[in-house]
């Protein structure tokens, strides 16, 4: 009988350590999932734009137009352009200045856009201008018959973007490319940390820094009184004295020893269950709101 209460107790705190381990990668991730959540948003309004029917057609003012709106909704794009097939500016709409009717400037001796007009596929680069990083997105407008119409190009501002998330988080983290700071926010004597890679398209280069949290202690104190807990029934109910001598007595006893011993696991696994995911869609309730002010403020 003893053996078979410590397998359960044992049993318990396998249990109860996975759960936390589950607890804590659900909890770091957290900030790594609202980042990549806030730059899909600006991917998706782009990948929208580029479909309205107003770029694949020649006119500059109403694509103008288009661009105007798009950079009102999305702080962090400081520019829109328009490159038709023979590699000329045709529209481009920078945030702040009045858009010249005609640009004309040539572009034919890029890299990129010879291989996007090779390939009819999308290229996407960061680029590096007086210290400040910058995402470039160039998608192809191709025809009916996969022929090159026009390319839109997006310059987003990666500072701009860190920036708009941490108005709205008070945790400390910091944003890299390779080994160079991109953003840092309240980075101030950070010695726990763990770093996890951005799912941002174009790029796999940016990193983010967050404080690690401390759930080994938390986890360890956790599953003690848990053990403790059991163990406590278990000894009470070894110490209580055998009054019964009957065979039929002494079965009925043990019945009851396991089962008590059974509810208690149950009970504290299912409490830990359901705490983890109040816990989880508070998180996720919290980062729903925190993009959705993010992309109102703008």
Known sequence: ????????????????????????????QTFKDTVNAYFALIRKDFERICKNPILANTPVTPANRLFVKALKRNQPIISFSRI???????????????????VNRKLEDQKWFAEI???KNEYSEITEEKGRYYLIWNK??????KRLLFIVTAKIDIWDCFHAISKKTTSPFLARIEQKSLYSHKWKDITKYQIDTLNIYGTNQITILTEKQDTSALARESLDISVKKVTS?????????????SLEAKKTKDKKSKNKVLIIIIGIVIALIIIFLLFRFYIWLNNKFMINSINKSE
Do not use: C, H
């Not at 209460?5 to 990668?25: E, G, P």
């Open 1 to 28: 009988m003893q053996f078979k209460i410590f397998a359960k107790i044992n049993f318990s705190a396998i249990l109860l350590f996975l759960l936390f381990i589950v607890f804590s990668n659900g909890y770091t």
């Open 84 to 102: 038709n097939s023979k590699g000329i500016i045709v529209n481009e709409v920078i945030r702040g200045e009045i858009p010249p009717k005609k």
């Open 117 to 119: 007009k090779n390939t």
């Open 140 to 145: 192809p407008l191709l025809d009916k018959k």
């Open 233 to 245: 029934v278990a000894s009470q109910e070894q110490k209580q004295p055998e009054q019964k001598t």
